[in-house]
């Protein structure tokens, strides 16, 4: 594994593997140009490297040369407009090559089409060492292919992160983060859930993420989700859970160097412990447990009725709200209890007793994990 900046790379392709990729693209482009003598055109920075391993392996005569694509600040700040330069030589009736080192979108095609739209060339094919197809958004016709790969960020080979890794002899793959311990936190009010959470992030170097939390600091940031999420409140209505699910997918995206994360007040229905295994999913993780923290109701009661005596939380001062709050926890949490349950992934924690007491039967319940 490579380290370029503050992120890993691990092997992708080999040398040997790029070496016979450009040996049978060399092959090809010389049976089909016949008796022309070809114009290879690199495109700079990224095509240095094939583009001079390539002419090496083409058995015929030909020309070689570069143009470069440079980044232009666009008008709005927020646009960046990349420009090929350097087409200086005349063309006319020429064979002409592209050399390009990936094809992600297409957009670097849509540049390359814009400059030569008044050359008359006799005609202009495109070669790139690799290609992206789930990225592809264009129609031009990529007339030979190295290697495909999937949509997934490399280095190597002429490709940087950043200015670096250009210089590496073989490809490299974004190694995506591992998230290991990820853990959905519930306990009822009182059960003393956010204390433990605490303790467990230090442990286990896990991202606390109270949903509660996230709404108020998007919203006071003004953030697009956080402005959107607000639309809704504002109007009355429920947030989606889409909307939650993006910034849920921002919090864990913020947070690559974590071992996990232990989520707090989502999900709350079926619906929302789907949506949630399907961005775990999407990040090569999964949900490892739901863990409950277990106190009898009386403990609750009389624990929030002791807080409510110093901490002014009026929720905490009258037992039948207490009540109440315990009984519709139980009925939320319960389908979720199942949901959980059926993929052996329910942890019931006792949570009375110390603190320190209830921090090591959680840590021993993770472990095990
Ligand atoms: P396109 O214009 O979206 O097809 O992207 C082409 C350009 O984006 C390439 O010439 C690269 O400079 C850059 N690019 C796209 N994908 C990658 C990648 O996986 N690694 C490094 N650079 C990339
Ligand atoms: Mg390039």
Sequence with gaps: MIKLHNKYFKPFISAKKIDDALQRMASEIAEDV????????????????????????????????????????GVKSTEDIQRLIGLTQDLTDRTVIILEDIIDTGNTLNEVYRIF????VKSLKIATLFYKPEAYKKDFKLHYIG???????????????????????????????????????????????????????????LVHISTGDMFRYNI?????????????????????????IDMLNA?????????????????????????????MHSKDSQINAMIALEVDDEVLVQRL??????????????????RNRIKVYYQETAILKEYYAA????????????IKDITVRLSHTIDKI
């Design 117 to 120: 739209k008044n050359e008359k």
């Design 147 to 205: 290697i495909e790969i999937p949509n997934k960020f490399i280095v190597g080979y002429g490709l940087d992160y950043d200015g670096l890794g250009r210089n590496l002899p073989e490809v490299y793959q974004l190694k995506e983060p591992q998230y290991m311990t990820n853990l959905v936190l519930f306990g009822p009010p009182g059960a003393g859930k956010g204390t433990q959470a605490e303790f467990l992030k230090e442990q286990y170097n």
């Design 251 to 279: 919090e864990v995206e913020k947070n690559t160097d974590a071992n996990g994360f232990i989520f707090d007040g989502f999900p709350r229905t079926n619906a929302q412990a789907e949506a949630l295994d399907a961005l």
């Design 220 to 244: 006071k940031n003004k953030t697009a989700l956080g402005m959107l999420a607000k639309s809704y409140i504002e109007k009355g209505a429920l947030v989606p859970d889409q909307v939650t």
């Design 305 to 322: 009725l002791e807080r409510g005596k110093t901490s002014g939380r009026k929720d905490d001062a009258n037992e039948s709200i207490i």
């Design 34 to 73: 016949g008796d022309e003598i070809p114009v290879f055109i690199g495109i700079l920075n990224g095509s240095f490297m094939l583009t001079s391993d390539f002419v090496k392996k083409y058995p015929k005569t030909c020309e070689v040369t570069f143009i470069k694509l440079a980044s232009y600040e």
């Design 343 to 354: 993929q052996n992934k329910y942890y019931g924690v006792n949570g009375v007793g110390s």
